[in-house]
């Protein structure tokens, strides 16, 4: 039985929240596995854990541009759809 103050989310919310939690479950299954590898090889954690972020101190500028581009996107559309559901909202 559905509550009538109770909202039910849309299926892009949804869509959404599985692609960020499936994205970042690879990014820390895929960084324990690089650490857990130069910990084989005999480096310290603090070395493993350097060389597991080092790609992005070494990103030229073309690379920063489409990460920053990439990312100010993603907020943009966090913020819309925010923006169009408060809007939806006070029209009630």
């Not at 103050?5 to 939690?21: A, H, Y």
């Not at 992005?56 to 073309?62: K, N, P």
């Amino acid at each position: 039985m559905n509550h009538p103050l109770r909202e039910e989310p849309n299926s892009r919310s949804v869509i959404g929240m599985k692609i960020m939690g499936i994205t970042f479950l690879m990014m820390g299954c895929l960084t324990a596995f690089s650490m857990g590898l130069d910990l084989l090889q005999g480096y310290d954690v603090s070395k493993a854990w350097q060389n597991a972020f080092s790609p992005f101190r070494v990103m030229e500028l073309a690379e920063l541009f489409v990460l920053y581009l990439l990312l100010f996107l993603f907020f943009t559309g966090i913020g819309y759809d925010f923006y169009k559901k408060k809007k939806a909202n006070t029209k009630r």
